[in-house]
């Protein structure tokens, strides 16, 4: 990639980076603030150490190499880890209030609707940036008299899965919205379960299915996955779930697949659920640190080549976490 590419590519980021976004709670036209839920209540700092975790942040497009991921785990202040621009201050102030507190009840259904809420929303936002950002790469005109027909297309194909997983997201919103305003409707089924301290915090989403399928459904049908994994006073709540109409056998069985685990188990279920589905994930540096580099580089590959694998099988023969 030329120097020119390079430079205009982190033009286009950077504009993104620093446009003003717009509150998504709906109706508000308030500029959102980056927000930090998780900092508030001592969950990220129970994995941090001296106030810092490892997160999946985008590479700097200038140290990208051939061989690299467009993601790197980076040591980042934990007041900086997970934070997007999601909701305006009041609503971000007071949407959240019951998650906030210095105890929350990681039992209780309006919890589990409102950390799934959030994650839907940094999905949804992550999701509208990228559209932004490779639509201002086709129309850029540094890149637009150089761009390949082939990669033209990549581009193209890709902005259409992207506005149809937006679509697919938003009518999730809209069912989460109602559930958080009126409360116990029960639309959504979710369990808990409860272990010592894992190393790592995940509030993520996730879509499963052979790629096919994924395409051919019509929006809605589509089952998609919560998972929040959140350390707190010396123990991991795993809180999953999932809209009721999406319950079929398979995801009963991925929910299920979290209940009754030894550590070992535990570990690898952590291991393959960051390695292969959700990319909102923060480790703490201790545990970090202890990855062998070979198994690193395992995972880099493992994830270079499986970009666009949903399925819910995946042979993931390695663990980041066999150490701890
Ligand atoms: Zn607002």
């Known amino acids: 990639m030329s120097i020119e590419i390079k430079k205009a590519l982190?033009?286009?980021?950077?504009?993104?980076?620093?446009?003003t976004k717009t509150c998504m709670i709906p109706g508000c036209k308030l500029p959102s603030i980056n927000s930090h839920i998780l900092q508030k209540n001592g969950i990220i700092s129970s994995i941090s150490r001296d106030r810092y975790v490892y997160e999946l942040t985008e590479t700097d497009i200038f140290k990208?190499?051939?061989?690299?991921?467009?993601?790197?785990?980076?040591?980042?202040?934990?007041?900086?880890?997970?934070?997007?621009?999601?909701?305006?201050?009041?609503?971000?102030t007071n949407v959240f209030k019951t998650i906030e507190v210095d105890n929350p009840d990681f039992h209780n259904y309006i919890s589990f609707i409102l950390l799934s809420y959030r994650a839907l929303c940094t999905e949804i936002r992550r999701k509208l940036d990228s559209k932004k950002e490779n639509e201002l790469i086709l129309a850029d005109p540094v890149i637009k008299p150089i761009i390949s027909e082939d990669h033209k297309n990549l581009i193209t194909v890709f902005l259409d899965g992207c506005n149809r997983g937006i679509k697919h997201l938003e009518a999730l919103k809209d069912l989460l919205e109602i559930e958080k305003t009126l409360g116990n409707q029960e639309?959504?089924?979710?369990?808990?379960?409860?272990?010592?301290?894992?190393?790592?915090?995940?509030?993520?989403?996730?879509?499963?299915?052979?790629?096919?399928?994924?395409?051919?459904?019509?929006?809605?049908?589509?089952?998609?996955?919560?998972?929040?994994?959140?350390?707190?006073?010396?123990?991991?709540?795993?809180?999953?779930?999932?809209l009721r109409t999406h319950l079929n056998q398979i995801i009963k069985e991925y929910i299920e697949s979290w209940k009754n685990l030894n550590k070992e188990q535990l570990n690898k279920m952590a291991?393959?659920?960051?390695?292969?589905?959700v990319e909102t994930w923060c480790c703490s540096p201790d545990a970090f640190e202890k990855i062998p580099?070979?198994?690193?580089?395992?995972y880099k590959k493992y994830v270079k080549h499986n970009a666009f694998n949903h399925s819910i099988e995946q042979n993931i023969n390695f663990n980041l976490f066999s150490d701890i």
């Open 10 to 19: 982190k033009k286009i980021r950077k504009k993104i980076d620093n446009s």
């Open 271 to 277: 291991n393959d659920l960051i390695v292969a589905r």
């Open 64 to 92: 990208v190499q051939s061989h690299q991921l467009g993601y790197e785990a980076r040591l980042i202040g934990i007041n900086k880890a997970f934070s997007f621009p999601l909701f305006c201050n009041p609503h971000d």
């Open 187 to 242: 639309r959504f089924y979710f369990q808990v379960y409860e272990y010592e301290l894992i190393p790592i915090c995940v509030y993520a989403l996730f879509t499963p299915g052979e790629p096919q399928q994924i395409a051919s459904k019509p929006i809605g049908e589509l089952p998609t996955i919560f998972i929040h994994i959140l350390p707190f006073n010396s123990r991991s709540f795993i809180l999953v779930g999932c």
């Open 293 to 298: 580099p070979e198994t690193l580089i395992k």
